[in-house]
Protein backbone atom coordinates (compact mmCIF):
# COMPACT_ATOMS: atom_id res chain seq x y z
CA UNK A 1 0.00 0.00 0.00
CA UNK A 2 2.49 2.02 0.44
CA UNK A 3 4.24 1.39 -2.44
CA UNK A 4 0.91 2.69 -4.11
CA UNK A 5 0.63 5.63 -2.41
CA UNK A 6 4.15 6.88 -3.32
CA UNK A 7 3.65 5.84 -6.99
CA UNK A 8 0.39 8.38 -6.80
CA UNK A 9 2.22 10.92 -4.99
CA UNK A 10 5.00 10.82 -8.04
CA UNK A 11 2.59 10.76 -10.67
CA UNK A 12 0.81 13.75 -8.79
CA UNK A 13 3.96 15.64 -8.62
CA UNK A 14 5.02 15.32 -11.84
CA UNK A 15 1.57 16.07 -13.33
CA UNK A 16 1.75 18.92 -11.45
CA UNK A 17 5.37 19.63 -12.82
CA UNK A 18 4.09 19.65 -16.14
CA UNK A 19 1.11 21.19 -16.24
CA UNK A 20 3.10 24.15 -14.66
CA UNK A 21 5.86 24.52 -17.59
CA UNK A 22 3.00 23.86 -19.63
CA UNK A 23 1.63 27.09 -19.12
CA UNK A 24 5.18 28.85 -17.85
CA UNK A 25 7.14 28.09 -20.70
CA UNK A 26 4.22 27.76 -23.03
CA UNK A 27 2.77 30.80 -22.70
CA UNK A 28 -1.06 32.02 -23.07
CA UNK A 29 -3.64 29.90 -24.86
CA UNK A 30 -5.45 32.75 -25.17
CA UNK A 31 -3.65 35.28 -27.58
CA UNK A 32 -2.88 36.26 -31.03
CA UNK A 33 -0.71 34.91 -33.06
CA UNK A 34 0.99 35.09 -36.95
CA UNK A 35 0.40 32.35 -39.10
CA UNK A 36 1.32 33.05 -42.99
CA UNK A 37 1.47 36.72 -42.41
CA UNK A 38 -2.25 37.26 -41.13
CA UNK A 39 -3.58 37.50 -37.16
CA UNK A 40 -4.94 34.42 -35.91
CA UNK A 41 -7.09 33.67 -33.11
CA UNK A 42 -5.84 31.39 -30.73
CA UNK A 43 -7.91 30.56 -27.93
CA UNK A 44 -10.02 33.99 -26.42
CA UNK A 45 -7.55 36.52 -26.45
CA UNK A 46 -8.70 39.17 -23.92
CA UNK A 47 -6.85 41.84 -25.89
CA UNK A 48 -8.36 43.08 -29.36
CA UNK A 49 -6.00 41.89 -32.91
CA UNK A 50 -2.64 43.81 -32.65
CA UNK A 51 -2.78 46.63 -35.25
CA UNK A 52 0.83 46.08 -37.05
CA UNK A 53 1.38 43.78 -39.60
CA UNK A 54 2.78 40.45 -38.29
CA UNK A 55 5.46 38.43 -40.45
CA UNK A 56 7.59 39.59 -43.34
CA UNK A 57 5.35 42.68 -44.60
CA UNK A 58 6.05 43.94 -40.81
CA UNK A 59 8.58 46.61 -41.98
CA UNK A 60 6.22 48.14 -44.41
CA UNK A 61 5.54 51.63 -44.42
CA UNK A 62 3.24 54.28 -45.68
CA UNK A 63 3.86 58.06 -46.26
CA UNK A 64 1.24 60.11 -44.73
CA UNK A 65 0.32 63.59 -43.66
CA UNK A 66 0.16 65.16 -40.75
CA UNK A 67 -1.95 68.78 -40.71
CA UNK A 68 -0.93 71.02 -38.00
CA UNK A 69 -1.28 74.58 -37.82
CA UNK A 70 0.73 77.47 -38.30
CA UNK A 71 -0.75 80.70 -37.19
CA UNK A 72 1.23 83.24 -39.44
CA UNK A 73 -0.34 81.90 -42.67
CA UNK A 74 -4.08 82.60 -41.07
CA UNK A 75 -3.95 86.71 -41.11
CA UNK A 76 -7.09 87.99 -42.24
CA UNK A 77 -6.29 91.96 -44.40
CA UNK A 78 -5.98 93.57 -40.66
CA UNK A 79 -2.74 91.06 -39.68
CA UNK A 80 -5.20 89.19 -37.35
CA UNK A 81 -5.27 85.16 -36.91
CA UNK A 82 -8.24 84.63 -38.91
CA UNK A 83 -8.75 81.12 -37.55
CA UNK A 84 -9.38 79.52 -40.78
CA UNK A 85 -8.08 76.11 -42.72
CA UNK A 86 -5.44 78.51 -44.19
CA UNK A 87 -3.47 77.80 -41.74
CA UNK A 88 -3.16 74.32 -41.98
CA UNK A 89 0.23 72.84 -42.99
CA UNK A 90 0.76 69.26 -43.81
CA UNK A 91 4.11 66.97 -42.24
CA UNK A 92 4.75 64.23 -43.90
CA UNK A 93 5.13 61.09 -41.76
CA UNK A 94 5.63 57.39 -42.11
CA UNK A 95 3.50 54.94 -40.46
CA UNK A 96 3.95 51.03 -40.61
CA UNK A 97 1.28 49.36 -43.26
CA UNK A 98 -1.58 48.38 -41.22
CA UNK A 99 -5.57 47.39 -42.01
CA UNK A 100 -6.57 50.68 -40.13
CA UNK A 101 -3.89 53.67 -41.57
CA UNK A 102 -6.61 56.12 -40.94
CA UNK A 103 -6.96 55.44 -37.04
CA UNK A 104 -3.01 55.06 -37.01
CA UNK A 105 -2.69 58.42 -38.96
CA UNK A 106 -5.25 60.40 -36.44
CA UNK A 107 -3.68 58.62 -33.38
CA UNK A 108 -0.31 59.60 -34.96
CA UNK A 109 -1.37 63.50 -35.10
CA UNK A 110 -2.85 63.17 -31.63
CA UNK A 111 0.39 62.37 -30.08
CA UNK A 112 1.55 65.97 -31.74
CA UNK A 113 4.87 64.84 -32.48
CA UNK A 114 6.26 67.74 -34.19
CA UNK A 115 10.19 68.63 -34.32
CA UNK A 116 12.14 71.20 -33.42
CA UNK A 117 12.83 71.87 -36.87
CA UNK A 118 9.06 72.03 -38.00
CA UNK A 119 8.62 74.59 -34.72
CA UNK A 120 11.21 76.64 -35.61
CA UNK A 121 8.95 77.00 -39.26
CA UNK A 122 6.05 78.39 -37.45
CA UNK A 123 4.30 74.90 -37.48
CA UNK A 124 2.31 74.35 -33.90
CA UNK A 125 -0.18 72.26 -32.32
CA UNK A 126 -2.18 71.89 -28.71
CA UNK A 127 -1.94 68.03 -29.33
CA UNK A 128 -1.82 66.13 -27.30
CA UNK A 129 -4.83 66.92 -25.27
CA UNK A 130 -4.91 65.45 -21.75
CA UNK A 131 -7.37 62.57 -21.72
CA UNK A 132 -7.95 63.37 -25.18
CA UNK A 133 -7.82 59.43 -27.63
CA UNK A 134 -9.23 58.01 -30.17
CA UNK A 135 -11.67 55.51 -29.19
CA UNK A 136 -13.47 54.31 -32.52
CA UNK A 137 -13.55 54.72 -36.10
CA UNK A 138 -16.35 53.47 -38.52
CA UNK A 139 -16.07 54.66 -42.35
CA UNK A 140 -19.82 54.41 -44.14
CA UNK A 141 -20.36 55.60 -47.91
CA UNK A 142 -17.45 57.73 -47.82
CA UNK A 143 -18.45 59.32 -44.15
CA UNK A 144 -15.94 58.68 -41.33
CA UNK A 145 -17.00 59.09 -38.40
CA UNK A 146 -14.83 59.40 -35.44
CA UNK A 147 -15.31 58.53 -31.75
CA UNK A 148 -13.51 60.15 -28.94
CA UNK A 149 -13.23 60.00 -24.96
CA UNK A 150 -12.27 63.72 -24.34
CA UNK A 151 -12.54 63.20 -20.30
CA UNK A 152 -10.96 66.53 -19.61
CA UNK A 153 -13.27 68.38 -21.97
CA UNK A 154 -9.96 70.15 -23.49
CA UNK A 155 -10.99 70.24 -26.62
CA UNK A 156 -13.43 73.44 -25.84
CA UNK A 157 -12.30 76.82 -24.68
CA UNK A 158 -13.30 79.06 -27.87
CA UNK A 159 -14.32 78.83 -31.48
CA UNK A 160 -11.11 79.75 -32.50
CA UNK A 161 -9.34 77.17 -30.33
CA UNK A 162 -11.91 74.75 -31.25
CA UNK A 163 -12.36 75.03 -34.86
CA UNK A 164 -7.91 75.29 -34.88
CA UNK A 165 -8.39 71.83 -33.44
CA UNK A 166 -11.44 70.27 -35.28
CA UNK A 167 -9.66 71.42 -38.51
CA UNK A 168 -6.62 69.30 -37.96
CA UNK A 169 -8.01 66.33 -37.73
CA UNK A 170 -10.35 66.75 -40.55
CA UNK A 171 -7.91 67.40 -42.75
CA UNK A 172 -5.79 65.08 -41.83
CA UNK A 173 -8.97 62.37 -42.37
CA UNK A 174 -9.49 63.67 -45.78
CA UNK A 175 -6.12 62.65 -47.02
CA UNK A 176 -7.96 59.13 -47.64
CA UNK A 177 -9.07 59.10 -51.04
CA UNK A 178 -12.28 56.91 -49.19
CA UNK A 179 -13.23 60.00 -47.19
CA UNK A 180 -15.37 62.78 -48.26
CA UNK A 181 -17.14 64.22 -44.66
CA UNK A 182 -15.74 64.07 -41.27
CA UNK A 183 -18.19 63.63 -38.00
CA UNK A 184 -16.96 63.35 -34.55
CA UNK A 185 -18.46 61.78 -31.69
CA UNK A 186 -19.73 62.91 -29.29
CA UNK A 187 -21.32 65.65 -30.95
CA UNK A 188 -19.90 68.23 -27.98
CA UNK A 189 -16.34 68.08 -29.17
CA UNK A 190 -15.08 71.36 -30.49
CA UNK A 191 -17.56 73.59 -29.09
CA UNK A 192 -16.03 76.90 -28.18
Known amino acids: ?51 ELCGEKSQAEKSVKLYYYNSDLDKDEFGNTACSRNGLVSIERKIPLTKTPIQ ?6 LSGDITNKERSMGINTEYPLEGFSLKGALLKDEILTLEFDDLNNKTSGGSCRAGILWFQIEATAKQFSEVKQVRFLPEELFQP
Open 1 to 51: MNKALIIFIIFIVLAGVWIGLRFIIGGSEDTWICVDNEWVKHGVPSAPMPI
Open 104 to 109: DTIKLL
